[in-house]
């Protein structure tokens, strides 16, 4: 698991003196929102909890803004006298963290990556440096990234227009020790000196995600911003909306290779009913959806069933919260309409509640199926990666992420 972010967070943003003429670039504002705002929220749905923001200009007013807004933060700052250029800002924030492998990521820049198999691909190849990359058409303001079969880092290619790329996205995972174990003057270039310089060193990796990018560094990509990126973070609580949450693998731990059979073999991730509690609090319904085979297998009884619902129900409720109702599906058949991803469960909980509207809805899930079935019903949605952590998810199948359920409720009790 990757905890710990390095922002560089330090540049002017000279070429957009015309529409932010006093604002660092990482404050300038976004949906009315600074755009850093939008970082830290993604990465912290990625699950990063220890924060280095690398500052230059105007580095009081960004300390001011994260202390005064994310005061929740486990945040420091590493503050530059004169310019150091992008790597000796970083060399500089690096000796603020004790941990080896760390994300770094350039504040003007938004890239809905996914951190986890990233990192899982960085640690199999004993990278020094794991870059994020984003497919792109018809592009001329980028640089290109070429592969090696294997993932490895080529070769970059100078700015020029290209048909189809790969583009760095301004977000990496570096390994801090082989970082640091390398001469340095005080002065350089992370992209040119580090990355261009020592890529035929061949320990430099790459991932390529299709997901939402974007870099303010331009007016013309600013004022895009002020329309796409907040789409990017939709409010989703509210006592109009419903909560939907699968059940094996998000409110209990889920078995391999078997099912819960009866309510003696369920066991509950750690707070689960006071986690459930508090998000039911947050929605006007609260509703699980939950395929059983093995109901339709013939191994588990629907009296079994009904007892581990009933009983999950009632936990809820010594906490204070409520699940409106359960739905389930016994069906083998995966065409089954009631059968996730497909979203007959989901009209069932309609035309029970009426005033469900499922644009207005939820869907959590630990499953790629319970995603396309909160997708196929009209639904947003929200991935933990607690089952299968390095799942790399289909682009915009997901509109948020956690790591758990309790993570999820952080997330949400945090907005922007």
Partial sequence: MINTAIILAGGMGSRLRSAIPLLPKCLAPVGGKPFINYVIHHLSQQGVTNWIFALGYEAAAVKDHINEQFGYLNAQFSIEQNPLGTGGALRLAAGLTTERQVVVVNADTLFKCQLQPALALHLATE????????????????????????????????????????????????????????????????EQDFLEAY??????????????????????????????????FPLVTGQDWTLFLDRDGVINIEKQNDYVHHWDELTFYPNAPYTVAQ??????????????????????????????????????????????????????????????????MAHQAKAKFERIQFGSSLMVGNNISDLQFGRRAGMHTAYLRTTKPLQLLPPGLADMEALDLAHLLQLLTHPL
């Fill in 127 to 190: 990278a020094w440096c794991t870059m994020l990359l984003k497919p792109m058409t018809r592009y001329d303001r980028y640089g290109t990234v070429h592969l090696m079969p294997n993932g490895c880092v080529q070769t970059f290619a100078e700015k020029q227009f290209t048909q189809s790329g790969h583009i760095n996205a301004g977000y990496c995972i570096l390994d801090i020790a082989a970082f640091a174990a390398l001469e340095w003057p005080e002065k350089f270039s992370f």
């Fill in 199 to 232: 890529c035929d060193k061949g320990r430099f990796f790459a991932q390529v995600q299709d997901q939402f990018f974007i870099d303010i560094g331009i007016p013309s990509d600013y004022q895009v911003a002020q329309f796409e990126v907040p789409k990017q």
């Fill in 279 to 344: 998000l039911s609090r947050l929605y006007g319904h609260t509703i699980v959806v939950t395929n059983q085979k093995g109901i339709g297998k013939g191994v588990t009884s629907e009296a079994a069933v009904w007892d581990i619902h009933s009983r999950i129900g009632q936990s809820v409720e010594a906490e204070g919260g409520k699940i409106d109702a359960f739905f389930y599906c016994p069906d083998t058949d995966p065409d089954s309409p009631n059968r996730k991803p497909n979203p007959g």
